[in-house]
């Protein structure tokens, strides 16, 4: 599967702070109904086989709405369990390096807080970046701040899609217009949801405004 920039418009990472009782896989589906394009399965905690458990239940729901489903940071899960790609960090993998163990048919995203990461990426066969964090953000110790013009200079920069990541949500994304942005990747805005599906919704239309602005 290869990455089409629509497929990036909504994106989400999994979180199972927000779970409350509830199964990661009952999230997804939520999330899922509501219109989520794109989801990473992003697990810090977890044990290998209980992490390659979920993942393979989760790929098997997005494959169901055709909708991409990738790892964070985890190449060798990924590998394991067939995902549709990985995402990686800076301090992860290099992308080339990444690109040699999946093989040339899988998505590769990676983070990029500046221009130079963002080009060095792209050239080591990154399929689409994520550029954070845009507003500050509960979800990430060491997210650094990405100004409006980084983005911008990012999206202008490079030839593969963009996604903005960090502290987005249905009230700030309009902010976003006109950066060159594709869409965008939450957390809480979905998953800290009452009703995730409803969440899910609004945040599709108020994304779609934000970047059919650019």
């Not at 093989?103 to 130079?116: F, L, M, T």
């Not at 990426?121 to 953000?137: H, I």
Request: aromatic share 4%.
């Amino acid at each position: 599967m290869k990455c089409d920039k629509n497929d990036l418009l909504l994106y989400a990472v999994t979180d199972r702070h927000w779970l409350e009782g509830r199964t990661l896989k009952e999230v997804v589906k939520e999330s899922l109904d509501g219109g989520v394009t794109f989801v990473q399965l992003r697990e810090k905690t977890l044990e290998d086989e209980k992490f390659l458990e979920e993942a393979r239940e989760l790929k098997e729901l997005c494959k169901k709405y055709n909708v991409p489903f990738v790892i964070n940071d985890n190449v060798d899960i990924a590998i394991a369990m067939d995902a549709d790609g990985v995402h990686v960090g800076q301090s992860d993998m290099e992308a080339g390096d990444v690109r040699a163990k999946l093989g040339p048919d899988k998505i590769i995203g990676v983070s990029a807080e500046n221009v130079e990461q963002a080009v060095l990426a792209e050239k080591r066969g990154a399929d689409y970046l994520g550029v954070g964090a845009v507003f500050p953000t509960g979800s990430k110790d060491d997210a650094a701040d990405v100004s409006y013009e980084t983005l911008k200079a990012i999206c202008e920069a490079v030839s593969i899609p963009v996604i903005a990541i960090g502290g987005i949500n249905e009230g700030n994304v309009s902010k976003l217009a006109g950066s060159g942005i594709v869409g965008v990747a939450v957390i809480s805005a979905i998953y800290a949801a009452k009703d995730i599906k409803k969440a899910t919704e609004d945040l599709k239309a108020e994304t779609l405004r934000t970047v059919e602005a650019n």
